[in-house]
């Protein structure tokens, strides 16, 4: 995040930051451009991973039985303590990858792959959210109430998949514009309270969390609404199979056309962002909203506009857990942490659309293999929580991440400019 | 040198004031009498509500006031559309409508809905409030850290994670010490602990201060409940099963009528809450040490000119928020709940967010902000119990709801201090 100072025009994916180098300095270009990949922004990014993974193999290894048996009498065999450290850690990482990659046990590639498809079905809600948060970040505008879009959106798109019957194009395509309209409509609450009353976003996001969970729950304990007909339990009943999203690679796998969408997604969020007049607006006002004022944009409607988009896209998250994931019904833990996730996909992609699609993937990889990890090596998936936030918190001090491997600092060796980076939300 | 807050108002100097008309507080006022003359004659009830004002072990009894619903819903909806018609012919006259106002409004309309909704039924009102307060501790002891660690210049997003640190840390040392004492220490610890990583990310590395509440948050949550599951849930006897804290009644101010029992019959911990809200308070406002606070939260390059060292200020002062956040957790595992449990702050931090801004980042108006909170949630409980015509899920749904309307009309504009969210790089 720290090298992006000289937006809002700036392309896509700096590797190195693109500065002209006023380089005091007698180096040589080929030595300056070694220097910049090996403290740059692609660098840094895997050096994080593979801290936030090395803490959470130690945490792994101390809480693992058989290395605190094991070290129960260190001082006579060191060697069994290191082995079982050892064990536990590679343990826990091979089931993280066979997990959510590929598993080497199954026979064939076709059954091998497997854990893949799940990783991009875990993965298709995160990025569609990430893209959303992404988008009110980008405004200068934080929307912790991802929650309450994608329950709402849930709630509506599941609404007109179980009880209005229609034809499966048009079923499932109707399902899809209620619940990204919901979502759009619970975060544009937000924005329109921002841009008429100055209310703080933030506060309302969170009240509407609530208000949008109570109101899911009342929903789903009422006959008639969405509850399951001539059930007592807060459950809807299950989706009409003409509006659920078919599978993308047949009934073997998960995956379904949610991705396809969440792909789409990203490439319109790009577009808007970057070459719309509107996405403009928006990267005009999250930069500084006085200086955008004056250059004439209307900065209330930027806000209404930016939550709408920003709730619609964390209502398709809701909509691909409904119609993709959990077709059998859902209650009202369906949005399950998504909400809240989707701010440090968002954040790890530093708020770029592209950059939110493999943040998403990446934490859908860990998701997935998570729960194959907690099942193979009885490590409690919470583990993943640790792995994510670790990597966001290493990503955004980049400073940090050079101190403990000794990079040098790209660019030129001011210390000012590693010491100040920009923040990535504006507030 | 002045420094200026959010509380003060332009009515101190002889300035020539400016006839503004606001017309959000009769809009406001006027609402809630529509809602509760629909209430009152649509769901109309009869029958004769009692309120129980004393506990079985007071010293002074006193008698049950009986209320006739019919009666009281009727006064008491003409009485509330008479104040909405002051309100807005004061707001003709372009006079502000006074606190005092608004807040007889609502205690009148809180009758007559408690009247109502338990109609046939015994509210004791001891018990709603004692229960109010003890939902609300946490609440209080966060909001009065984030406002500490605002009024210095850091957006404090991780009070939720500081909770849950010590929750966690106080549940795991007092149950291997069985020493209330060292399970509050450990509690102050751990969320000083956690306020360290937040000051350091945020003020030595310059990372974006909501960045890294936001994942503090998360990891606070990962680590806790990791550890939970690994290590505590398996040896809960040994490491989750501490003491609580006793009910400590002080002698004469507890046998004062309905305040004795609901203020002066609390464990420690309430009362150490009392003395919190006083000290930081007194502290923020009267003395030395809160003028630099502030200041340098306001304006940190004024500040850094008249010598005071910003960041080093900063740095202390967040951890200071930190330890108070930390005794809040406390509360949930020595106060009320006995044991630790997975994520069993349960987003009271972010409600300790939205009470610091719904009361302007002033310790008073925050601990009124989030008793206010903690009384919706118990007089649903309550309202349950008696049995309310209401569903439960609209009950949970208004301090949310309450708080939205607060935020978008009666305070409208909130002020953060200038200088909150960005980080002081001197030049």
Known sequence: MSEQLPPPVQPEATEAPAKPVADPQHSSRTEQVLRDIVGGNAMISVLAVALALLVGAILIAFTDEDVQAASGYFFSRPGDTLQAIWNAASGAYSALFQGSIYNFRRPGFADGIRPLTETLTFATPLIAAGLGVAVSFRTGLFNIGGRGQMLVAAGAAGYVAFALPMPFPLHLIVAVIAGVAAGALWGGIAGLLKARTGAHEVIVTIMLNYIGLYLISYLLRTQGALQAPGSNNPKSPAMLPSAIFPELFGAKYNLHWGFIFAIAATAWVWYLINRSTLGFQFRAVGENPHAARVAGINVKNVYVYAMLISGGLIGLAGVSQVLGTVTTGFSEGIDAGIGFDAITVALLGRSKPVGVFFAGILFGALKAGGYSMQAAQGVPVDIVLVVQSLIVLFIAAPPLVRAIFRLPIPGTMRRARALNPKAMVTR | ?427
């Open chain 2, 1 to 427: 040198m002045s420094v200026a807050t959010p509380t003060q108002t332009a009515t101190t100097t002889g300035l020539e004031r400016a006839a503004v008309r606001n017309w959000k507080p009769p809009i406001g006022l006027g609402v809630f009498a529509v809602i509760a003359l629909l209430l009152f004659t649509v769901g109309s009830r009869s029958g004769v509500t009692m309120f129980r004002l004393s506990t079985t072990s007071d010293l002074i009894q006193l008698p049950e006031v009986a209320a006739d619903v019919a009666v009281v819903t009727i006064i008491v909806t003409i009485v509330l559309f008479g104040i909405a018609a002051l309100s807005a012919w004061r707001a003709y006259r372009a006079a502000p409508t006074p606190l005092w106002l608004t807040s007889v409004f609502a205690a009148l309309f809180l009758v007559a809905f408690l009247s109502w909704a338990a109609a046939g039924a015994t509210i004791p009102v001891p018990g709603l409030l004692v229960g109010a307060v003890g939902l609300s501790a946490p609440l209080i002891f966060g909001a009065l850290g984030g406002v500490i660690s605002e009024r210095v210049g850091v957006v404090n997003v991780a009070i939720e994670g500081q909770l849950l640190a010590g929750a966690f840390a106080s549940a795991v040392v007092a149950s291997i010490t069985q020493s209330l004492v060292a399970g509050l220490i450990a509690a102050v610890v751990a969320g000083v602990l956690v306020s360290f990583v937040l000051a350091t990310f945020s003020i030595r590395y310059v990372v974006d201060q909501v960045i890294v509440g936001v994942v503090l948050n998360v990891l606070v949550i990962g680590l806790t409940s990791f550890l939970f599951s690994k290590v505590l849930s398996p040896n809960s006897a040994v490491l989750n099963s501490p003491p609580r804290f006793q009910r400590l009644p002080i002698p004469l101010l507890g046998e004062i009528p309905i305040i004795g029992p609901v203020l002066f019959r609390q464990t420690i911990i309430i009362y150490i809450m009392y003395v919190a809200i006083a000290v930081v308070w007194f502290a923020l406002f009267k003395t030395k040490w809160g003028l630099r606070l502030r200041a340098v939260g306001e304006h940190p390059q004024a500040a850094d000119t008249v010598g005071i060292n910003v960041n080093r200020t900063r740095f202390w002062n967040v951890s200071l928020a930190g330890a108070i956040a930390g005794l809040g957790g406390a509360y949930f595992t020595l106060g009320s709940v006995g044991a630790f449990n997975k994520e069993m702050t349960a987003g009271a931090g972010f409600i300790a967010l939205a009470a610091v801004i719904f009361g302007r980042w002033d310790p008073i108006r925050a601990t009124l902000a989030a008793l206010l909170f903690g009384f919706a949630s118990n007089l649903q409980s309550v309202l349950s119990i008696v049995g309310s015509p209401v569903p439960s899920q609209f009950m949970l749904m208004l301090p949310y709801l309450v708080t939205i309307f607060a935020v978008a009309g009666l305070v409208g504009h909130v002020r953060a201090p200038a200088a909150s969210g960005k980080a002081y790089v001197k030049s």
